[in-house]
Antibody, heavy 124, light 108 residues
């Protein structure tokens, strides 16, 4: 089955570090980019950034540049989103999403496969 | 930055109704627009890309149209399982990706 499996919910304190994961299975992990999308409680979707797992090249939204780090380990088909110092405002659901590959095998900037999400709660 | 504005923010319609949701870009984005459906407590699902191309497996009652700055998502005959929040997403100047604020659709 083609899927993205995300790590479980996390409860952290402000200032702590965190890394969450997204493991792809059932497809060639290095053939598709992975993006991370934030959804704060009761709010909409925000694109954070993406990684090309084949070479770990990344792009970030200006809103998230410098606040998070996206990485990948292609040997285990896993992408990561990490924080070095969490804030209460980082409390949200975080989704990983696979970029769509067109019939001409071109990767697009929209998403056809999503993980179930990782809920991150930051509270003192 | 190009802003994406959806309208209405919420709506209530009856089963069988034709429903239209609008997404407006602050600048022209050609047809670089996708639509997603997010049911309550669920993961977003791609419905439409390139403004009007239906993603595989999506019911044909969903359709998209528009180009430039004005786009619409139409549900031709609303079904109970269509209760969800719908988001547009522009991708014309990748990696600058922006979602609309969402439209919450309920059954009357």
């Amino acid at each position: 089955e083609v899927q993205l499996v995300q790590s479980g919910a996390e409860v952290k304190k402000p200032g702590e570090s965190l890394r969450i994961s997204c493991k792809g299975s059932g497809y060639s992990f290095t053939s598709y980019w992975i993006s991370w999308v934030r959804q704060m409680p009761g709010k909409g979707l925000e694109w954070m950034g993406r990684i090309d797992p084949s070479d770990s090249y990344t792009n970030y939204s200006p809103s998230f540049q410098g606040h998070v780090t996206i990485s990948a380990d292609k040997s285990i088909s896993t992408a990561y989103l990490q924080w070095s110092s969490l804030k209460a405002s980082d409390t949200a659901m975080y989704y990983c999403a696979r970029h769509f590959r067109s019939q001409w095998l071109v990767l697009q900037w929209y998403f056809d496969l999503w993980g179930r999400g990782t809920l991150v709660t930051v509270s003192s | 930055d190009i802003q994406m504005t959806q309208s209405p923010s919420s709506l209530s319609a009856s089963v069988g109704d034709r429903v239209t949701i609008t997404c407006r870009a602050s600048q022209g984005i050609s047809n670089y627009l996708a639509w997603y459906q997010q049911k309550p407590g669920k993961v977003p699902k791609l419905l439409i890309y390139a403004a009007s191309t239906l993603q595989s497996g999506v019911p044909s009652r969903f359709s998209g149209s528009g180009s430039g700055t004005d786009f619409t998502l139409t549900i031709s005959s609303l079904q109970p399982e269509d209760v969800a929040t719908y988001y547009c997403q522009k991708y014309n100047s990748a990696p600058s990706i922006t979602f609309g604020q969402g439209t919450r659709l309920e059954i009357k």
